[in-house]
């Protein structure tokens, strides 16, 4: 064969996570826009260690965080690693991704300085839990933040149900159960998020928070590109959704949204109908334990419970089949009603695990316990 074709230098690999200081503000990005900037394990620690880092340093004032690209904040977790874990490693990794997760939602609600979360476009997931833990949390006409979990045979966690179960009256439940997402005035309203910037000036609030000297500062360079919240279409809609889901039975509920006649009740309605009801029955638990709870930590731990739970049980791995790997929107939900889940089962999401609830452990500790 005549000629040769010289091999390319390979270009290096575009870091998850970008660690910047800019003035007196530390920025953190997630880096991966192609995957809506999903979190993954490495990009967990790398986050905890620049915010361990931070906090003990005097020319950091305030922390942010923002997303790569146009799309939005954070889709969540990499919920395809976790199926992967979960269907041929037996979930040991999984636990471990969650443990530091969850120590990292603890970190930013107990942060000493401001936090500012740009909650710009998808906040999903794993997504609100970097953001909604945040002293100052900002959206903008494009934001869409939800818990989408029990449509993957999964609950709210990160500290969801903590957030959730604090909406006023049933609005938190709501969005839980059914998977909605919030815009902005919606997310405010429900106690995701404080002030409302629109999108073109996020350039410029980031430039001011730059020069911030605290929480002071920060608060007037907020004021200074913060409109007033838009409209709560959620609160218009509060009357029926508080006397549906009162109480702690989800066939109840969706009982009650058929017989009210409304559309947007049957069509939440619907929408439960439509999800895990295993999913469903363990998110309605956690949300009611959650609310008698006197810490985030105390829900951490009740989620970690409840999640490697739901990770070993089959819904998981067939909610995430339908909606992500085979894409074909059928899922075979077992058991198939909200009427065949036993109530001890859903209990048992919540016993005591044996050890310390965020302890890396193996997978036979976890399923035997």
Not at 71 to 83: K, M, N, T
Not at 100 to 106: G, I, K, M, T, V
Not at 122 to 142: F, P, Y
Not at 198 to 224: F, H, K, M, N, Y
Request: proline share 5%.
């Amino acid at each position: 064969m005549s000629g040769s074709t010289a091999t390319p230098a390979s270009t290096p690999a575009e870091p998850e996570l970008l660690v910047e200081v800019r003035g007196r503000l530390g920025v953190l990005t997630l880096n991966r826009p192609a995957a809506l900037n999903a979190l993954t394990h490495g990009m967990v620690v790398m986050m905890q260690a620049a915010l361990d880092e931070w906090a003990a340093r005097d020319d950091i004032a305030a922390v942010a965080v923002v997303g790569a690209g146009e799309r939005g904040l954070c889709s969540g977790g990499d919920i395809v690693a976790l199926y992967r874990d979960a269907t041929t490693h037996g979930g040991a990794a999984s636990a471990a991704f969650w443990s530091d997760e969850y120590r990292l939602n603890a970190t930013i609600a107990r942060y000493p300085k401001p936090y500012i979360a740009l909650m710009h476009g998808i906040v999903l997931g794993g997504g609100v839990g970097i953001s909604a833990h945040g002293s100052h949390r900002i959206v903008t006409e494009r934001s869409k933040v939800g818990m989408p979990e029990t449509g993957i045979g999964f609950l709210p966690d990160v500290g969801g149900t903590w957030l959730l179960s604090r909406a006023p009256g049933e609005l938190g439940t709501h969005l839980a159960l059914t998977g909605s997402m919030a815009g902005a005035g919606d997310a405010i309203a429900v106690g995701l998020a404080d002030r409302f910037v629109p999108s073109e000036r996020l350039p410029a609030l980031l430039a001011a928070l730059e020069r911030a000297d605290g929480a002071t500062d920060v608060d007037a360079a907020i004021d200074r590109f913060a409109e007033s919240a838009p409209e709560a279409p959620l609160l218009a809609e509060r009357a029926w959704i508080d006397a549906a889901y009162a109480g702690g039975d989800a066939a109840t509920a969706i009982d009650r949204m058929r017989a009210s006649g409304m559309p947007a009740a049957l069509s939440a309605a619907d929408a439960i109908a439509a999800k895990s009801p295993t999913a469903v029955a363990v998110t309605l638990a956690a949300l009611r334990r959650s609310a008698g709870l006197a810490s985030l930590e105390e829900a951490l731990a009740l989620e970690f419970r409840a999640a490697l739970r739901s990770l070993a049980a089959p819904d998981f791995a067939e909610g995430v089949r339908a909606q992500v790997i085979d894409k074909d929107r059928s899922p075979r939900w077992s058991p198939a009603t909200l009427d065949e889940v036993d109530a001890d089962r859903v209990a048992r999401y919540f016993a005591p695990l044996g050890h310390d609830e965020f302890e890396r452990f193996s997978t036979t500790e976890w399923e035997a316990s």
